[in-house]
């Protein structure tokens, strides 16, 4: 068991780092575009939502990260 939950919480990390940098890559594009001002509004607002998405999806971990370890935690 303790592998299996070794694998998962890496597995957790590997999602959340990625999420994290995909989240911090945006940020910086939607910074740089509003600075330049040469992004469509249209534009802004995929990139806007694009981050939320991510963002949501990176609370959705933490959430499922949480749900897994309750369960490993009745398990032992």
């Known amino acids: 068991m303790d592998k299996h939950a070794d694998c998962l919480t890496d597995y957790f990390r590997y999602l959340k780092d990625n999420l ?3 989240i911090k890559k945006l940020q910086v594009k939607i910074t740089q575009a509003r600075t330049e001002d040469h992004l ?3 534009q802004a607002t995929k990139l806007a939502t694009q981050l939320d998405a991510q963002q949501l999806q990176l609370q959705d971990l933490g959430l499922q990260q ?4 309750k369960i490993c935690s ?3």
């Open 66 to 69: 949480s749900r897994w370890r």
């Open 40 to 42: 469509s509004d249209l």
């Open 20 to 22: 994290n940098q995909q």
């Open 74 to 76: 009745l398990n032992t």
